[in-house]
């Protein structure tokens, strides 16, 4: 994945995120479900949004807070499944 196209799915995934977040001011590394500033209802939404934007099939094995817990790791998640 060229650097352009991952700055650009970062900034999507960071767009989305603040959009649907009641905290605005979120960072790369910030832990939006533990933090509360989303909820499990969010978690379903994104999970589609993700499969919608970036052609990716997210497993039931996928589903591990680990994957979702920040932007970064969202951003990591869709990357290995783009690699896969």
């Not at 499969?51 to 790791?73: A, H």
């Amino acid at each position: 994945m060229s650097e352009l196209i991952a700055t650009k799915m970062k900034e999507l995934i960071k767009d989305y995120v603040k959009t649907n977040a009641w905290e605005k001011n979120i960072d790369d590394d910030t832990p939006i479900f533990e933090f509360g500033y989303v909820n499990s209802l969010f978690a379903i939404e994104l999970m589609c949004f993700l499969e919608k934007n970036f052609q990716i099939k997210i497993k039931t094995t996928d589903l591990d807070i680990s994957n979702f817990r920040t932007i970064n790791t969202i951003c990591y998640f869709v990357k290995s499944k783009k690699n896969t």
